[in-house]
Each structure stands twice: as C-alpha cells, then as structure tokens.
C-alpha cells in the first residue's frame, strides 16, 4: 500500500514568494497532521484535521501559514509570503482512529529552503 | 512545549553493544510510542506502550514504562550499524488527539 505521499520533496524559493505543499495521506485515515521540523525547535505540531475539518491549527506559526483539506484524499501548506525562518522541512503524515490511540504514518517531508 | 524529553541528546556506541535511551514526559498520558527517524528521511512508528503496560517486546527492542516516574526507556539489544538514526519518543495527553514529540536521541552505532 501506499504510504503518505507529499510533495514536492525539495523547494528553494525566494522571499516573498508563496510555497505551496501537497500532501495525501493513507487512504481510509481519518486524522492528517502537519508538522514542522528544525534543528533548534524539533517536531513541531502546525495543524491538524479530523475528516476533512481543521481541529487545532495553534501551532500555526502566523497569518502567512494556511491549511485545507478539500477531501480526504488531499491537503495542502501555503506560506505567503515565505521567509528564510520558514526554511525547515515540513512533514504531512495520517492517523485512523483506533481505541487505543493512534499510531501516525508520515510522509518523507518537504524540504523547504527560503532564500 | 516539549510534553516528551529524550535523553541522552546524542550516544554513541559500537556494533553488538546494547542502546538505551530515555524519554521523560510531563502530563498524563494515554500511550507512549517511539519512532525512529533515519537521516533525510520521515520518522517510522517503531512500538507503542499503552499506560496501563510496565514493558513491551518488539524483536530486539524492549520498551519500559514508569507512569509514577512519568518515564519510559528504549533498550535496542545487539545494535547494527542499520540501528543508527534519530529516535523519538511521543505521547498524547490524556483526552488528547495531539501527538506529541520530544526532541529525539541521535544514534550513532559504530561498524
């Protein structure tokens, strides 16, 4: 089966221009989260989404970070405008609900560079 | 904030040693999972501990869980050089859907 699948694998964009990432996630999962990770911060929970509904987007850094899930199969990061402290690698991953707390299933990440 | 600490940061070891790493947490917790992450790749769910669990086996892994001390460790028997990559503990808190990670351990074992 496949995995989670996200793209693009690597992006180097300018400031000021907008990054768009793409994710679909293991078909049948009900949970897709977004999660950042540096050197200095870790993993760092963005957004996450419960059938297709946002849940809990706190850690969404600021208003230049947004999220959708237009469908269960797909989801999308848009930062606009970028900056080079967005410079990290970005990973989508899934979930299906099970009664004793969900095991997650990334993705390879998104490894984006703001130049 | 961190609801998962690792420790150590980094550890170093030779091929057929034992690893073991620490995960210290802060709230109640549903289950602890461990995850491993291999360079420049996305982090792959290794073992899961349910609260009410003391240990769990996993091939030549062993997972421990201390609710009262609010830590778990993960001991990596007979290590290969195919073991070294980042490692993760992670955690809800009770009533949560949010999973949480600590910081990792970044292992190194030496062919």
């Known amino acids: 089966d496949a995995g989670v699948i996200q793209s693009p694998r690597h992006e180097v964009t300018e400031m000021g221009q907008e990054v768009t990432l793409r994710c679909k996630p293991i078909?049948?999962?009900?949970?897709l989260f977004w999660y950042r990770q540096t050197m200095m911060r870790g993993l760092e929970l963005l957004i996450y989404?419960?059938?297709?509904?946002?849940?809990?987007d706190s850690g969404m850094p600021e208003d230049r970070f947004s999220a959708k899930m237009p469908n269960a199969s797909f989801s999308t990061l848009k930062i606009q405008p970028s900056e080079p402290r967005d410079s990290a690698v970005y990973f989508c991953?899934?979930?299906?609900?099970?009664?004793?707390?969900?095991?997650?299933?990334f993705g390879e990440g998104s490894w984006l560079t703001v130049v | 904030s961190q609801q998962g600490e690792e420790d150590p940061q980094a550890l170093s070891i030779q091929e057929g040693e034992n690893a073991t790493m620490n995960c210290s947490y802060k709230?109640?917790?549903?289950?602890l999972q461990w995850y491993r992450q291999n360079s420049g790749r996305g982090l792959v769910h290794l073992i899961l501990?349910?609260?009410?669990?003391r240990e769990k086996h996993s091939g030549r892994l062993r997972v421990t869980l201390d609710t009262s001390k609010k830590s778990s460790s993960l001991l990596i028997t007979a290590s290969r050089a195919a073991d070294t990559a980042s490692y993760f503990c992670?955690?809800?808190?009770?009533?949560?859907?949010?999973?949480?990670f600590g910081k990792g351990t970044k292992l190194s074992v030496i062919p």
């Open positions: 989404f419960n059938n297709n509904v946002p849940i809990d």
């Open positions: 991953a899934s979930s299906i609900t099970t009664g004793f707390g969900n095991t997650i299933y």
């Open positions: 992670a955690s809800y808190r009770a009533g949560s859907y949010q999973l949480t």
């Open positions: 078909s049948g999962h009900d949970y």
């Open positions: 709230t109640s917790i549903n289950n």
């Open positions: 501990i349910r609260s009410n669990e």
